[in-house]
């Protein structure tokens, strides 16, 4: 499987980004996707998930009410709306995939990362 981030890039605070991950590989069925993210000088942090199938979304604390997570099946793809950015929203962005039922929390799970994608939100 590989997985392909895009969509980052530069906004100032409050404003809004989507980003997009494209999946490719054959028989593409993973248990689930997610978002995670990683400052300068900090460790990876969980933002967002959703299971394949039945599209159930799980998302930080941080995210909730801000980011929307979702995905197209038929596209092999996986998205994450960010609106109401903020400052500290400044990360490299990765899209994961799961094979199987896990914790998709946990990052440590998942079986592949895309590339990353810079988001940078200035005040």
């Known amino acids: 499987v590989q997985l392909q981030a895009s969509g980052g890039g530069l906004v100032q605070a409050g404003g809004s980004l989507r980003l997009s991950c494209a999946a490719s590989g054959r028989a593409f069925s993973p248990y689930g996707m997610g978002w995670f993210r990683q400052a300068p000088g900090q460790e990876r942090e969980f933002v967002a998930a959703i299971t394949w199938s039945g599209g159930v979304p799980y998302s930080a604390d941080s995210a909730k009410g801000r980011f929307t997570i979702s995905r197209d099946n038929a596209k092999n793809m996986m998205y994450l709306q960010m609106n109401s950015l903020k400052v500290e929203d400044t990360a490299v962005y990765y899209c994961?995939?799961?094979?199987?039922?896990?914790?998709?929390?946990?990052?440590?799970?998942?079986?592949?990362w895309g590339q990353g994608t810079q988001v940078t939100v200035s005040s």
């Open positions: 994961a995939a799961v094979r199987r039922v896990t914790l998709l929390r946990n990052g440590a799970n998942y079986d592949s």
